[in-house]
Nanobody, 126 residues
């Protein structure tokens, strides 16, 4: 099973940017579709983007479409989430996840993922 560790979270001002990283170990990340989820206090976990094993298919939730960019570097076993135009409602714990899926499938359902990282806190506040 793959192990996942997120980094890059922190405090950012509204309209600012942040880039999260998720490093995979234990198995080649190329075996997995990768996704990012977030959960704010008192709210359900939300799937934000996901990227297929091929890297050519990326899907985004409506809440982050146009502001977040998901990418992967299989040579570095790392997936990235570039976040721009951040707003206070983006404050949450962000986690990455991995799932063994078909080559071009980018899942947005948490049930499609088998391994999860511990998460990194992102706080958007002035």
């Amino acid at each position: 099973q793959v192990q996942l560790v997120e980094s890059g979270g922190g405090l950012v001002q509204p309209r600012g940017s942040l880039r999260l990283s998720c490093a995979a170990s234990g198995r080649p990340m190329g075996d997995y579709a990768m996704g990012w989820f977030r959960q704010a206090p008192g709210k359900e976990r939300e799937s934000i983007p996901a990227i297929s094993r091929s890297g050519t298919n990326t899907r985004y939730a409506d809440s982050v479409e146009g502001r977040f960019t998901n990418s992967r570097d299989d040579a570095k076993n790392t997936v990235y989430l570039k976040m721009s135009s951040l707003q206070p409602e983006d404050t949450a714990v962000y986690s990455c996840a991995a799932g063994i899926r078909n080559w071009d499938y980018a899942p947005l359902n948490s049930a499609d993922f088998d391994s999860w990282g511990q998460g990194t806190q992102v706080t958007v506040s002035s």
